[in-house]
Structure formats: structure tokens, C-alpha cells
Nanobody, 124 residues
Framework: QVQLVESGGGLVQAGGSLRLSCAAS????????MGWFRQAPGKEREFVAC????????VYADSVKGRFTISRDNAKNTVYLQMNSLKPDDTAVYFC?????????????????WGQGTQVTVSS
């Protein structure tokens, strides 16, 4: 069974940085496309970024492009989200997820496994 555990969330001032981590429990991580999503109170879950199994392809939502960087370390079964120049609008619960196949998708329904989420709060 696939388990994903996020960490690294917290409270930060606007303009600050955080790095989120997502550790996977199973061995097929290294061949899986992984994504980050976020959900703010009262809003739909939205796509943030995704990365192909080898790190060769990365895709970002327009709202985070140039500020966030997704990366992975297959030796550690871990995917990261480096978040810089944070804004109050970035406040949300952040989730990592594993794609159903090798492609990056913008829609959450195309991701089969999810972590429990980590809270990111950006104060103004």
C-alpha cells in the first residue's frame, strides 16, 4: 500500500520561504510522476506543480511559476516543493499525490494516492 507523508509546513511572513517534503513508503516511487496540490478554506483543491519520474519534466500552475520549485530524490523516495516569495494567497493545506500513470495532470482525479496534507500559513 502506498503511503505519502508530507512535512515542512508552518507559519511564515509574506516574502519568506518554506520547503515541503513528501516521503513515500513504497518502492515504485522512483517510476512515478508526483504532484503537489493545495486547498484553501472554502475553495477547491488546486494544482500547484508536478514532476516526472526522472525529474526531466516539471509543470507549474501560473500562480506559482517563478516562485516555487518542485524536485525529487529517488534514492530517498522523497519529492520536495521549495516555496519562495510566499504570499498570503499561498495559505492552504498542501498535499502531495502520485499520478495514476507517467503523465503530469492538472486535475486531482488523475492522482491515485494522497498524503494527509501539511498546513502552510503566510501572514501579511
Amino acid at each position: 500500500q502506498v503511503q505519502l507523508v508530507e512535512s515542512g509546513g508552518g507559519l511564515v511572513q509574506a516574502g519568506g520561504s518554506l520547503r515541503l517534503s513528501c516521503a513515500a513508503s513504497e518502492g515504485t516511487f522512483s517510476v512515478s510522476t508526483m504532484g503537489w496540490f493545495r486547498q484553501a478554506p472554502g475553495k477547491e483543491r488546486e494544482f500547484v506543480a508536478c514532476i516526472s519520474w526522472d525529474g526531466g519534466t516539471t509543470v507549474y500552475a501560473d500562480s506559482v511559476k517563478g516562485r516555487f520549485t518542485i524536485s525529487r530524490d529517488n534514492a530517498k523516495n522523497t519529492v520536495y516543493l521549495q516555496m519562495n516569495s510566499l504570499k498570503p494567497d499561498d495559505t492552504a493545506v498542501y498535499f502531495c499525490a502520485r499520478s495514476r500513470n507517467s503523465r503530469c495532470y492538472y486535475t486531482s482525479s488523475q492522482y491515485a494516492y494522497w498524503g494527509q496534507g501539511t498546513q502552510v500559513t503566510v501572514s501579511s
